[in-house]
C-alpha cells in the first residue's frame, strides 16, 4: 500500500494575501464602490397608489367627490358611464 509512505500535508500549499479581517475590510470597500456604479435605483413600486387604468379605484374616487358633493348627479353618471364604457372596450 504506496499511501502509507506518503507523509501527511500538515501545511496550506498557499497563504492567505491578507488577514481575514483586512479581507473583509477589503471586500467591503470593492462592495461598495461597485454600488457606486449602479446608475438606475432599484424598482420599489408603490402599493398605496392604484394604476390609473383600474376602473375600480376610479369608480370609487368618483364615489369619494361625489359622497363629498364636488361631483353633481348628472357629472357622477356621465363620469361612471364613460368609465364603465372604457372598461368595457379593454376586454
Known amino acids: 500500500m504506496l ?5 501527511r500535508q ?9 488577514p481575514r479581517t483586512q479581507q ?3 471586500n467591503w470597500q470593492l462592495q461598495q464602490q461597485y454600488q457606486a456604479t449602479q446608475q438606475v ?3 420599489a413600486p408603490d402599493a398605496a397608489v392604484a394604476p390609473p387604468d383600474d ?10 367627490l361625489h359622497d363629498s358633493g364636488v361631483l353633481t348627479d348628472a357629472e357622477f353618471s356621465a363620469a361612471k358611464a ?6 368595457g372596450s379593454d376586454t
Open 41 to 43: 435605483p432599484p424598482y
Open 10 to 18: 500538515t501545511w496550506m500549499p498557499f497563504r492567505r494575501p491578507r
Open 55 to 64: 376602473p375600480v379605484a376610479r369608480l370609487e374616487k368618483l364615489g369619494r
Open 3 to 7: 499511501f502509507l509512505y506518503r507523509p
Open 82 to 87: 364613460k368609465i364603465i364604457g372604457d372598461s
Open 24 to 26: 473583509d475590510e477589503y
